[in-house]
């Protein structure tokens, strides 16, 4: 994307006191609408891989593109809540829908920002919501039965959602799984470091299980190399061997190490908004134009094999 590839509609906030203004961008050549929703899951046990960055950037981008973009997000940091601006202690969130049964609808807010941008928080009780689950009945369906209940409801009110991103904490447990067993797809950012694919062995096991026991409907389908430095060798190193092993997962697309991108959640913005013309959200909005490119191709392939 070059950055005369958003325009703003509209510079003017209210009640955005403090933070530098955010305008509503839209792209002036739209992203094409998958044929049905789909449902991403972005994991990696390893913490701080990009994860919910890349959550966030890629809704943002998404949305800007004129799709409708629903954000859950499911681990207890909430750093994707605090990214997107929205109040975590205030906010009805998802600890709510999986502990208390309380529908999505009533915990779904509106990003700040964004005319098709959806997100459910991580209100601070959430960090007690994995012990809390292990007792209960359908334990690891409870993401999966709350969002199809939320999805049905809105496609019948003629307001589909094109993609929603599940953003989850950096551990296996029981949020993951449910994460897991709630999507169709699995978009596992990864780091270009030492041991950045040392945890993919074990991410790939829980998937296998998931796939088998949980949701046969799962599967790896893309991978983002995240905080890329192409001077370092080591880099390109992770970057070829990723590449060997997912060459049709892999999004050609790396996002580079950024400081406007690390900047921008202490604005409460995504860097979409906070800096819409910087070497992040270019390719933020390049590897979102891929996806959405790609389309759900292996989905479609194996419900016809099916
Ligand atoms: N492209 C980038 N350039 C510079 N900094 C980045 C980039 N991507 C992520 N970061 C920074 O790296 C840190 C980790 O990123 P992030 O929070 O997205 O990872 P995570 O996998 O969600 O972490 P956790 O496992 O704790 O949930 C953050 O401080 C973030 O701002
Ligand atoms: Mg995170």
Redesign the pocket.
């Known amino acids: 994307m070059r950055a005369d590839d958003v325009s703003r509609e509209t510079g003017n906030q209210s009640g955005a006191d403090l933070k530098p203004v955010i305008g509503v961008r839209r792209l002036k050549e739209p992203m094409v609408a998958p044929l049905k929703t789909r449902i991403f899951t ?1 994991a ?13 950037n890629l809704a943002a981008a998404l949305s800007m593109g004129g799709l409708k973009v629903l954000v859950i997000d499911l ?1 207890p ?1 909430g ?2 809540s605090t990214a997107f601006g929205i109040d975590r202690v205030n906010t009805a969130g998802i600890y709510d829908v999986l502990i208390n049964d309380l529908p999505m609808a009533n915990a779904a807010v509106k990003v700040a920002g964004f005319p098709h941008l959806e997100a459910i928080a991580a209100n601070s009780d959430l960090a007690g919501a994995e012990i809390q689950l292990v007792p209960a009945v359908a334990r690891e369906f409870r993401l999966q039965a709350a969002l199809q209940t939320f999805l049905l409801a809105k496609q019948n009110a003629g307001q589909r959602f094109d993609y929603v991103f599940i ?4 551990s296996l447990g029981l949020l993951t799984i449910n994460a897991l067993a709630a999507a169709d797809e699995v978009l596992v ?1 990864i ?1 270009c470091e030492y041991y950045s694919l040392e945890g993919l062995s074990l991410l790939l096991e829980t998937l296998g299980e998931v796939q088998k026991r949980l949701n046969p409907k799962i599967s790896l389908t893309t991978i983002v190399l ?3 430095d192409s001077r370092t060798r080591l880099a390109n190193d992770v970057a070829d061997n990723v590449k060997k092993h997912f060459p049709n997962e892999l999004i050609n697309i790396p ?11 202490s604005y409460g913005q995504t ?1 979409m908004t906070y800096d819409a013309s910087s070497p ?1 959200a270019i ?1 933020y909005m390049s590897v979102a134009r891929e996806i959405a490119n790609r389309g759900g191709a292996p989905i479609n392939i194996k419900n016809e094999s099916a």
């Open positions: 972005i990696n046990q390893k913490g701080g891989v990009g994860k919910t960055t890349t959550a966030v681990d940091q750093n994707a953003d989850c904490p950096p950012p780091q995240t905080m890329f996002i580079p190490r950024a400081v406007r991108v690390s900047e921008a959640p860097v992040g390719a």
